[in-house]
């Protein structure tokens, strides 16, 4: 008896071993600068004709020279261009397959659009792609040379920021300020990998080869060599955890700030490339990484146009055109099917692009589980390691050093209460953005939550700690009517609780409040929202 619907299609449904099967490698996208747009379109389609002329293994027909439809089919070097004109719209596109000259069975094939469009810039859009029978696919992404020539010949911008082949100097603190505002820019489109030199007199990392680099993933992130001056400029307004410095490096993908979490934007120490074996782990990684976050942020039909799209277009508009001259059946009928055979192929690729999606959420998902698993485990040891300490009179607070600024606030509780006391988002935000000013205070209650109000919690709730002097000038009390739920790791918590600075005043400059509660589950105080008021219905 068959046991789904998979099984029932048969021997149609089963992809047979050794089948050949296309995997996306990479995405790029821009527009291309100039005032006059078309030649600058024109620029770029001579630069990817000359580029695919190379690896065609004869000579392209004129028709492609001529910006028009073509087929050139040699040996498994096939090119197919297509060229569509519709009202103000100018769209030209190809598709190129190669060989690998070292792997039996594996073809490279390359899409490139390029479109003209009314009152816009024209828009550029290249996806790499590999056919092959392998069982596991391993290697390292590599942007088209054609990319590179487009950026000397044309020029390329993703977002606002012109590609460039080689990396950025961060040399001054001029340069360091610049840079700043670009990590932290909401526009940006591209990760930055930053890395950093241990000393002045340096003028290239030791072992990774910057250069190669930055070639190896134009269009896909951005390159950044730091010098150390600077680079302590980075660690002033991000704080220890979320700079880099020393010989280091650092991905910052699209999206952070000064209040991201650290571990979402992966830092490699020095001495993890210290080596010419953990340098080239770390080039692997980081061109994997790129290319990996160019198919995620990017979306067909959207950012990047796939060649299948451009041909089904062009398709539909040949059919319409027989018809509407009242062509015979025979050519109505030979567009039709060739119709139905790119909508086929078109098909299959959304198959294929939703199996690789369905793949990643649920890598991700067990990465997730197991990341949860282990933090959990850590907390717990944490627990227990602090628990000892205690019984044998020992503070494990007694030389803790209270955070000056909040720029480093988030990172201090993460280092020395984790496992019994964690920030949730909205308030390590709110740490970001306040006028409160007593930074000591803010901390010296939250290691009161994270000792007496958390063992008092976790032996039964005895005794009463409401209303409850914490430390001179501030109390802990009960929410009562302005308790309200918050959601934290997939669960939903009620914040019933909160440390608050006494009397009535609401100036934010001199208000202390700190929301929380206590989750049994993982033994560990949750702090919702601080150090400011919380604006309810109420207030």
Same mark, same amino acid.
């Given at each position: ?27 790029? !996208?821009?527009?291309?600068?100039? /005032? ?20 065609? *293994? ?17 040996? *498994? ?9 519709? *009202? ?123 250069? @190669? ?26 704080? &220890?955890? &979320? ?8 991905? +910052? ?26 340098? @080239? ?12 976050? !160019?198919? %995620? ?73 197991? @990341? ?17 300490? &205690? ?19 988030? /990172? ?6 984790? *496992? %019994? ?9 709110? =740490?970001? &953005?306040?006028? +409160?000013?007593?930074?000591? @205070? ?66 934010? =400059? ?17 702090? !919702?929202?601080?150090?400011?008021? %919380? ?5």
């Amino acid at each position: 008896m068959n046991t789904s619907f998979q099984n029932a299609l048969g021997p149609l449904a089963r992809r047979p071993r050794g089948v050949v099967r296309e995997h996306e490698i990479l995405r790029v !996208s821009g527009w291309i600068p100039g /005032d006059d747009k078309t030649k600058a379109a024109e620029t770029a389609i001579e630069e990817i004709l000359k580029w695919a002329q190379k690896r065609s *293994g004869g000579q392209l027909p004129q028709e492609a020279w001529a910006r028009q439809s073509f087929d050139h089919n040699l040996g *498994g070097r096939n090119s197919d261009g297509i060229r569509l004109q519709s *009202g103000q719209s100018d769209i030209w596109a190809i598709r190129a397959d190669d060989p690998d000259r070292d792997i039996a069975g594996r073809v490279w094939t390359t899409e490139v659009v390029v479109g003209q469009l009314p009152n816009q810039p024209p828009k550029f859009s290249a996806r790499l792609l590999v056919s092959t029978p392998e069982a596991e696919l391993a290697v390292e992404p590599h942007t088209p040379g054609f990319v590179q020539q487009l950026t000397e010949s044309c020029g390329l911008v993703s977002g606002l920021r012109l590609l460039l082949p080689q990396q950025m100097q961060i040399e001054s603190e001029v340069d360091a300020e610049d840079f700043i505002q670009f990590l932290v820019d909401p526009n940006r489109q591209l990760p930055v990998f930053v890395i950093t030199l241990e000393d002045e007199s340096e003028h290239d990392h030791s072992t990774l080869n910057v250069a @190669a680099l930055s070639r190896a993933m134009l269009g896909l992130a951005h390159v950044a060599l730091v010098y150390p001056q600077p680079a302590w400029k980075l660690t002033s307004r991000f704080g &220890k955890f &979320k700079s880099v410095f020393g010989g280091a490096a650092r991905i +910052y993908l699209p999206g952070f700030s000064e209040d991201a979490d650290p571990y979402h934007h992966r830092l490699v120490l020095a001495d993890q490339i210290a080596t010419a074996e953990g340098a @080239a782990r770390c080039t692997r990684w980081i061109r994997q990484l790129v290319a990996d976050e !160019s198919i %995620r942020r990017s979306r067909l039909g959207r950012e990047v146009l796939p060649f299948a799209a451009v041909r089904n277009a062009s398709l539909q508009l040949r059919q319409e055109t027989l018809k509407n001259e009242d062509a015979s059946t025979s050519e109505q009928l030979a567009a039709a099917n060739e119709r139905i055979e790119a909508l086929e192929k078109r098909v299959d690729e959304h198959i294929e692009e939703n199996e690789y999606f369905a793949d990643e959420f649920e890598k991700e998902r067990k990465r997730a589980e197991a @990341a949860e698993v282990q933090a959990q485990n850590t907390a717990y040891r944490i627990q227990e390691l602090t628990k000892r300490l &205690k019984e044998t009179g020992s503070d494990p607070d007694a030389d803790i050093e209270l955070p000056e600024n909040w720029v480093e606030f988030v /990172d201090w509780c993460n280092r020395q209460l984790s *496992g %019994r006391l964690v920030l949730t988002p909205r308030a390590q935000s709110g =740490v970001r &953005k306040t006028d +409160y000013q007593d930074i000591k @205070a803010a901390a010296s209650a939250l290691i009161w939550l994270a000792n007496d109000c958390r063992d008092q919690r976790m032996n039964g709730g005895g005794g009463s700690i409401n209303n409850l002097t914490v430390f001179e000038g501030v109390i802990n009390a009960s929410c009562g009517s302005d308790t309200y739920d918050f959601d934290w790791n997939g669960r939903r918590f009620s914040a019933d609780w909160h440390v608050k600075s006494g009397g009535n005043t609401r100036d934010p =400059v001199r208000c202390l409040r700190i929301y929380y509660c206590f989750d049994p589950q993982t033994q560990q105080i949750i702090v !919702s929202d601080m150090p400011s008021h %919380r604006r309810t219905g109420a207030t």
